[in-house]
């Protein structure tokens, strides 16, 4: 069964409107967990690094005060879109590290559209 | 730099015809070389973990190799639900994130 949890898996609203989308691990505790947007027909393409109890790591060229990451927890992270616009719209992935040397468990994405 | 290339790009097949999927790799300490399954609308699936050249893992039709330089991902009798987008990554010694590849799209035809 699925070991990432991510909700919702799909967001349709308005220009200008703030959505957040959460990530969770569900039979273990994950200190890293990792943010990705993935355009058609394209691989994914890694956003931030988000590790408990501390600030995100983002990539080079996302915006931090745009993608607002918060992972509170050991079981959950969240990613805000703020103040959403037509080219923000993609799918968002999320994806969890169950230990080092172990395989990244991914959620089945969240697909935004903003009209 | 750290790269992945996978290939073909699509690869369109009959049901039970055998083939193989490659994934070529420059990365400056291999920690971990993955194999992913990703249906449309879906995020990826895990389906093989390969740490050092000469590994071998297998999962039903499913078999991942492992060399310095690429790894295959042979696929043996298809059937139709193995029609997916299969994803390659690799992750170096520096630190946990993934390098990907841009994955082949498969499609296996009844």
């Known amino acids: 069964g699925a070991v990432v949890s991510q909700h919702p898996s799909r967001v349709i609203c308005k220009s200008g409107t703030s959505v957040k989308i959460e990530c969770r691990s569900l039979?273990?505790?994950?200190?890293?967990m990792f943010w990705y947007r993935q355009f058609p027909k394209q691989s994914l393409m890694l956003m931030a690094t988000?590790?408990?109890?501390?600030?995100?790591?983002?990539e080079q060229g996302v915006e931090k005060d745009k993608f607002l990451i918060n992972h509170a927890s050991l079981t959950l992270s969240t990613l805000t879109v703020t103040s959403a616009h037509p080219e923000d719209s993609s799918f968002y992935i999320c994806?969890?590290?169950?230990?080092?040397?172990?395989?990244?468990?991914f959620g089945d994405g969240t697909r935004l559209s903003i009209l | 730099e750290d790269q992945v290339t996978q290939s073909p790009e699509a690869l369109r097949l009959q049901e039970g015809e055998s083939s193989s999927l490659n994934c070529s790799y420059t990365?400056?300490?291999?920690?971990?070389l993955f194999w992913y399954r990703q249906d449309p609308g879906k995020g990826p699936e895990f389906l093989f973990t390969?740490?050092?050249?000469?590994e071998e893992k297998e999962k039903e039709r499913l078999k991942a190799t492992l060399t310095k330089k690429e790894s295959f991902l042979h696929i043996t009798a298809p059937k139709p639900e193995d029609s997916a987008t299969y994803l390659c990554?690799?992750?170096?010694?520096?630190?946990?994130?993934?390098?990907w590849g841009a994955g082949t799209k498969l499609i296996i035809k009844p």
């Open positions: 994806s969890a590290l169950k230990g080092p040397n172990q395989p990244q468990h």
């Open positions: 039979d273990f505790q994950a200190t890293t």
């Open positions: 988000s590790n408990e109890g501390s600030k995100a790591t983002y």
């Open positions: 990365v400056s300490g291999l920690r971990g």
């Open positions: 390969l740490y050092s050249a000469g």
């Open positions: 990554a690799v992750q170096s010694d520096s630190n946990y994130q993934l390098i």
